[in-house]
């Protein structure tokens, strides 16, 4: 247990569907990021937020649409995906300026597109 | 552009030997370095971190070692045990355009620890 809550865990959606992700903290952390971890590849940044604002948003297509209500929530909202969007997608969570800690990692969501 | 390589895909120890990881990076401004582990079906886990003010540090079984001249790290595990047995990532911290902090991972080595 990490602290770091992610559901689902699992999830299969066609590519017409609209679906959401979820991520929560209870670290007291004010960073929260979404990695996306493919086949054979490093696992990949898709977005920051830090004290609930959006600070990166690395390249991602428009199909996914992250939000951050609030320090210990993040979503990712996803509609209209590809078959190649299926992979792990994992949330994160950390202290975010001045950090000198680790990034802890929820279990992940397991997204299959069909 | 890859600037955290983990050249071996894979590695297979006995039990009771040591494990030795590595990785390499190519941004010097890089200056804190982590090792997470990760099973199937899991988010990896952090295992041990360093700063590059130092060049060791140690977390029983697990020591990490920085080179900050040859931009090299490695993990030593010792004695190795079929529980540690998983997928090891390095990484690197780095500052995003938007001046956030953000962690840039190696592809992973796949560690088997044979009985």
């Known amino acids: 247990e990490t602290g770091v809550t992610q559901t689902p865990r699992h999830l299969v959606m066609g590519m017409t569907n609209k679906k959401s992700l979820k991520c929560e903290q209870h670290?007291?952390?004010?960073?929260m990021y979404w990695y996306k971890q493919s086949a054979k590849k490093p696992l990949e940044l898709m977005f920051v937020?830090?004290?609930?604002?959006?600070?990166e948003n690395n390249s991602v297509p428009s199909r996914f649409s992250p939000e951050c209500p609030n320090s210990s929530h993040l979503f990712l909202h996803l509609h209209t995906l590809q078959p190649e969007d299926s992979a792990l997608y994992l949330c994160a969570s950390s202290q975010d300026h001045e950090w000198r800690g680790p990034a802890f990692f929820g279990q992940g969501t397991r997204l299959t597109v069909v | 552009d890859q600037q955290v390589k983990q050249n071996s895909p894979s590695l297979s120890v006995q039990e009771g030997r040591i494990s030795i990881l590595n990785c390499d990076y190519t941004n010097s401004m890089f200056d804190y370095f982590l090792w997470y582990k990760k099973y199937p079906a899991e988010g990896p886990t952090f295992l041990i971190s360093?700063?590059?003010?130092?060049d060791k540090n140690e977390d029983g079984r697990f020591t990490v070692f920085l080179n900050k001249s040859a931009k090299h790290l490695s993990l030593h595990i010792v004695p190795s045990q079929p529980g540690d047995s998983a997928v090891y990532f390095c990484?690197?911290?780095?500052?995003?355009?938007?001046?956030?902090?953000?962690?840039?991972f190696g592809k992973g080595t796949k560690l088997t620890v044979n009985p």
């Open positions: 937020y830090s004290l609930e604002e959006r600070v």
């Open positions: 670290l007291g952390h004010n960073a």
């Open positions: 990484a690197a911290k780095a500052i995003t355009q938007g001046g956030s902090e953000k962690l840039v």
């Open positions: 360093i700063s590059s003010i130092k």
